[in-house]
């Protein structure tokens, strides 16, 4: 899919065209779901969280001021879902998940995990 494509998409969504907005969830959720499986190394929470960063990022989309950026908005909205549940977990807001410690580790030893 070109860009141009692309950014059809992202103003038909915009518009509320919820198909089109499925069409860009096909192209970009891989790599939506490899960020979040690096980040919370379990495959099945990190489905869990791309889901709600797809929600989030449809619920959104007025807030999209430069859709050339789109790929990079969805990727920080991926990485602030991840963040989101590590914080809960470490804040003991939410019990432990199947979230390994050591990547919990990481992120907080990154300080990717400030309020």
């Keep these: 899919m070109s860009d141009e494509r692309d950014l059809e998409l992202i103003f038909q969504s915009q518009q509320g065209n919820k198909a089109a907005f499925g069409l860009l969830v096909s192209r970009y959720q891989p790599m939506a779901q490899r960020l979040a499986i690096r980040v919370m190394g379990n495959k099945d929470l990190a489905q869990e969280l791309v889901q709600e960063a797809m929600l989030q990022a449809y ?6 001021n430069d859709p050339t950026r789109f ?4 990727y920080g909205i ?6 989101g549940i590590c914080n809960k977990i ?6 432990p998940s199947p979230v390994p ?3 919990v580790e990481k992120l907080m030893d990154s300080g990717k995990l400030s309020d």
């Design 59 to 64: 619920l959104s989309l007025e807030k999209l």
């Design 71 to 74: 790929k990079s908005w969805l």
């Design 78 to 83: 991926v990485l602030n879902v991840c963040v």
């Design 90 to 95: 470490i804040s003991g807001e939410i019990p």
């Design 101 to 103: 410690q050591e990547k």
